[in-house]
T-cell receptor
């Protein structure tokens, strides 16, 4: 079955700097790659997603890139702000199931 | 529009007790999911339902049962709770499987003592 790895597990950046989180997946049949943000005490919420027929997608300060050949995708957050502090999960979707990475705890230091 | 609603939010059980976690969505989604979240392990799929009347096992189904009562509701039952089932449980739904956005509930924090 699908296996999703995510790095780093924790990431601290200064406010205004960029943050990058990387994920790899194993199943070439996966075709949907969402990123979720989870704030303390809440459920995960979608922040951006990308499909396998697209290499890059951007939404304001957030961008995601996908390399199907290498089976990896990355989340890029520019101009980080304190409210970006949260746990971020990548996922790979195929058919009926999503498989999630273990998460990255991002801390944005003022 | 409430999205995905889970009850209860918190629960403490004694080993061997049973309970049912309730989940309802009002987005007319076909697919529903139950995940458990443990520190450092992300979200692991317990069971899912691709459509009303169907359920399938996920990665960690042992010790759990589910019921897709109708299109809106998907419940998770622990028949005989064990300390290893202490976790945060999330229900989610998506319009049509894993190619569409999944919406999550607020979670149920379950402690088994």
């Amino acid at each position: 079955g699908e296996n999703v790895e995510q790095h780093p597990s924790t990431l601290s950046v200064q406010e205004g700097d960029s943050a990058v989180i990387k994920c790899t997946y194993s199943d070439s049949a996966s075709n949907y790659f969402p990123w979720y943000k989870q704030e303390l005490g809440k459920g995960p919420q979608l922040i951006i997603d990308i499909r396998s027929n697209v290499g890059e997608k951007k939404d304001q300060r957030i961008a995601v890139t996908l390399n199907k050949t290498a089976k990896h995708f990355s989340l890029h957050i520019t101009e980080t702000q304190p409210e970006d502090s949260a746990v971020y999960f990548c996922a790979a979707g195929s058919g009926q199931n999503f498989v999630f990475g273990p998460g990255t705890r991002l801390s944005v230091l003022p | 529009n409430a999205g995905v609603t889970q009850t209860p939010k918190f629960q403490v059980l004694k080993t061997g007790q049973s309970m049912t976690l309730q989940c309802a969505q009002d987005m007319n989604h076909n697919s529903m999911y139950w995940y458990r979240q443990d520190p450092g392990m992300g979200l692991r799929l317990i069971y899912y339902s691709a459509s009303e009347g169907t359920t399938d096992k996920g990665e960690v189904p042992n010790g759990y049962n589910v019921s897709r009562l109708n299109k809106r509701e998907f419940s998770l039952r622990l028949e005989s709770a064990a300390p290893s089932q202490t976790s945060v449980y999330f229900c989610a739904s998506s319009l049509q499987g894993a190619g569409t956005e999944a919406f999550f509930g607020q979670g149920t924090r379950l402690t088994v003592v």
